[in-house]
């Protein structure tokens, strides 16, 4: 058979070639703009030569601390296909950690959005590596000590439009690098590689998986600066599926307006954001009947929202599983073909869970005695492998914790069924024992949020001299006004679990902490509530 690498240029090369009057609609702070992709090939073209004439090495980095918008995409081209590494970095990170994770990863130049430049301004001076800072905008570049600091648009119009991306690079070389938002500890960094790349995007378009295609219209509202917005563009440009970017500081608003205008059929984010859009289709009117799936990962999904998004607003769910080590497509949730003929409760069981893994993976799930069996009920640590699953951490010894003889031990705790569908039932640092036994903190969640009156909840553990943890749920209302007691939302919980696992108290809350791509903060929550029942004493 012929040798040809498989590099991420092509992808573009092929969009271009096949889909040139297709448009990528992108919302920035100067409002929506609209390329094809005939001439998002030429800007990237631009951008890759201006690169080179710049003096970018391979192999060098480049930073991005940018929304989803055209130029980001075009820097998810440009830089790997001149054979550097694009690097996202997570805008809501601390500065801190934007400062350790940019040293880290050696970054020779920023590009950034102008509504984040001030947090670069900030930290420039403890930037070790940094040679120049490009700023992302319309306007004019704002006033700023920083010497090296240009227009995007003016930095690139000396770039070649025609220039020809590099066919000797390596499928095998790094083409992005993105870290871990850090819970604990400094970021850990993972880089993908070319061929890493398009076997991700390739099993995105999978029919069973997301089947991403060229009649789709595709909002990623996950951002461009977290694993790659999942690898939706990448696929979505190789697909030539029309791509809708929502840009800076969208809101339920923004994002339900763009969906009906731009009669969006695919668009991905964390249960949060649904949970925010669900409101506001409820309080206004929308017209969403050409979206044909929303993805959701993250963390787990509620039953009640999946059952509302399809049954109120006749919406798909399309439930998923991943992690920024697997690049991070694992899992999806879909039915099998004999399972159609189900009650309406026993497909929403199914699909509530993070489903099958996808093509191109191999997987154990391992507890105390070895490989668990399938059985739906006992519970064991998720291990993956395959061509985009990392093996390790860049420059990283906590790499040998994670990466163990060839597998990723995913810190993912999940029970399988005889189906082979995974359900994660908590992060191993997130499982409450109490008694001896396991109580999964994700199921009372999504339980509690079936509740028609609770917007979001949370569950942790605290101490116990008797049972060594109990589990206390902290709750967000819909509509504080509206009476919902605690006994109420125990109640509700009493027919679905054993006594045991029902938590031991219910705390009400304005707010839960989250983390910079919406997961909910478990470290912080948990001294939140411990500083709660000390101030009840």
């Known amino acids: 058979m012929m040798k040809g690498d498989l590099l991420i240029s092509s992808m573009l090369e092929r969009a271009e070639r096949f889909f040139p009057k297709k ?19 030429k800007r990237t073209r631009q951008l890759a030569s201006r690169l080179e004439q710049y003096g970018l090495q391979r192999g060098a980095k480049v930073g991005t601390l940018a929304w989803n918008h055209h130029r980001h995409l075009e820097l998810y081209f440009a830089v790997p296909g001149i054979g550097s590494v694009v690097h996202t970095i997570n805008i809501r990170l601390s500065p801190e950690h934007v400062i350790y994770i940019i040293n880290h990863a050696e970054d020779e130049l920023l590009f950034v959005d102008e509504d984040v430049f001030p947090l670069v ?67 850990k960094g993972v880089v993908y590689t070319h061929r890493s790349t398009v076997l991700h995007s390739m099993s995105l378009s999978l029919a069973d998986s997301a089947a991403l295609s060229e009649s789709d219209s595709i909002m990623p509202v996950v951002p ?53 859009l669900l409101k506001e289709l409820e309080e206004n009117s929308y017209q969403t009947d050409s979206l ?18 399809e049954e109120k607003y006749n919406v798909p769910f399309l439930h998923a599983y991943g992690m920024t080590e697997t690049s ?37 799930v391992v507890g105390g005695d070895g490989e668990i069996a399938w059985d739906g009920e006992e519970m064991g640590e998720l291990l993956l492998r395959g061509p ?18 060839g597998w990723l031990h995913t810190g993912d705790v999940c029970t399988v069924d005889e189906e082979g569908v995974i359900k994660i039932v908590d992060r191993t640092k997130d499982l409450i024992k109490s008694g001896g036994e396991w109580i999964s903190s994700v199921d009372l969640e999504n339980a509690l949020m079936a509740h ?27 509509d504080p006004a509206v009476s919902t007691s605690k006994q109420e939302l125990i109640d509700f919980l009493r ?31 948990r001294d939140q509530v411990k500083e709660h029942y000390e101030q009840a004493k």
Not at 330 to 358: C, F, H, M, P, W
Not at 513 to 522: A, C, D, I, Q, R
Request: aromatic content about 10%; proline content about 7%; hydrophobic content about 40%.
């Open 328 to 364: 991070p497509l694992a899992t999806v949730s879909r039915l099998k073909s004999y399972q159609e003929n189900l009650s309406k409760e026993e497909k929403l069981d199914i699909r509530s869970k993070q489903g099958l893994l996808i093509p191109g993976l191999e997987m154990k």
């Open 388 to 405: 985009w699953i990392a093996d390790d951490y860049y420059k990283d010894e906590r790499s040998e914790d994670a990466f163990i003889d």
């Open 121 to 187: 301004e900030a930290v420039y001076d403890q930037l070790k590596t940094v040679k120049a800072v490009i700023v992302m905008t319309d306007n004019e570049l704002p006033d700023t000590k920083i010497e090296s600091v240009f227009s995007y648009e003016e930095w690139i119009k000396s770039g070649d439009e025609k220039f020809e991306f590099p066919k000797d690079i390596d499928e095998t070389e790094p083409a992005g690098m993105c870290f871990t938002s850090a819970t604990t500890g400094n970021p």
């Open 23 to 41: 448009e990528v609609v992108s919302r920035t702070s100067s409002g929506t703009q609209r390329f094809t992709y005939k001439e998002v090939g």
């Open 495 to 525: 027919p679905s679990f054993a006594k045991w696992w029902l938590p031991d108290d219910i705390i009400f809350m304005e707010e839960i902490p989250k983390t910079s791509v919406g997961k909910f903060l478990k470290r912080a929550l």
């Open 292 to 309: 044909r799936a929303v993805i959701c990962g993250g963390s787990a999904a509620p039953a009640g929202m999946i059952k509302t998004f």
């Open 452 to 478: 028609e009156n609770v917007f979001e909840s949370s569950v942790v553990s605290i101490p116990d001299p008797e049972w060594q943890e109990r589990p206390v749920a902290v709750v967000v209302l819909k």
């Open 224 to 276: 461009m600066f977290h694993v790659n917005a999942w690898g939706i563009p990448y696929a979505s440009t190789w697909m030539g599926s029309t791509q809708v970017l929502p840009g800076p500081r969208f809101t339920p608003e923004v994002l339900a307006g763009m969906i009906e205008k731009e009669k969006v059929t695919v668009t991905a984010g964390v249960p949060t954001i649904w949970l925010a």
